[in-house]
């Protein structure tokens, strides 16, 4: 079965950064698009970024281009999240996810708190 762990989250001050990370199993991981999305409370959940199995291209929201950069490592089977000059409204949710075939799978989420 698939499985996605998200992992990284924790209470950080405006300007600061963090590094999630989701570790992937249960499907060839470097076969597949890997994607980060994010819900900020009382918000509808929106696509952060993304990249490509082909050539590991990414993609970045509007909001969050320039900041934030993600990367894959598929000898470990993770994606990663780096993410510099948080601001507060960067305070979410943070969950990975992957399409195969026909259904979307998703981590459980990690908690992002940007805070002075």
């Known amino acids: 079965q698939v499985q996605l762990v998200e992992s990284g989250g924790g209470l950080v001050q405006p300007g600061g950064f963090l590094r999630l990370s989701c570790a992937a199993s249960g499907f060839t991981f470097s076969n597949y698009n890997m994607k980060w999305y994010r819900r900020a409370p009382g918000k509808e959940r929106r696509l952060v970024a993304s990249?490509?199995?082909?050539?590991?291209?990414?993609k970045y929201g509007d909001s969050v281009k320039g900041r934030f950069a993600t990367s894959r490592d598929n000898a470990k089977n993770t994606v990663n999240l780096q993410m510099n000059s948080l601001k507060p409204k960067d305070t979410a949710v943070y969950y990975c996810?992957?399409?195969?075939?026909?259904?979307?799978?998703w981590g459980q989420g990690t908690q992002v708190t940007v805070s002075s």
């Open positions: 996810n992957v399409f195969i075939t026909n259904t979307n799978d």
């Open positions: 990249i490509t199995s082909a050539d590991g291209s990414t």
